[in-house]
Every structure is written in C-alpha cells, then in structure tokens.
C-alpha cells in the first residue's frame, strides 16, 4: 500500500497521470481489504479526476 503510494508520487513527479491513477487505484484496493487509509487513497484518486495535481 505504501509502496503504491510511493510509485504514484514518483509517477506524479514525471507528470504520467495514467500510471498515478492506477497506482492510488492499487494502493485504495489494498487499503480497503486491510481497512487503513482507504480515505487518503479515495482522496488522492478524486483529486486527479478533478485534474488537480
């Protein structure tokens, strides 16, 4: 979850939106088995969408 949090950032920094969004997308899908920090995924995801980077 971490990781994919990491990779999305890294991703962000190189402007590759597409790959940022499958990221927090991963991260969001393993937040939600393990109940942790699924809002902070949820938030970084609407927040792309909107095109708010």
């Keep these: 979850m971490q990781a994919y949090d990491q990779i999305g950032k890294l991703y962000l920094e190189k402007k ?3 790959k ?8 969001l ?8 920090q699924e809002t902070y995924f949820s938030q970084r995801i609407e927040t792309l969408s909107k095109g708010n980077f």
């Design 16 to 18: 590759e939106y597409g």
């Design 20 to 27: 940022v969004l499958t990221a927090f997308q991963r991260g």
């Design 29 to 36: 899908a393993i937040a939600q088995q393990v109940k942790y």
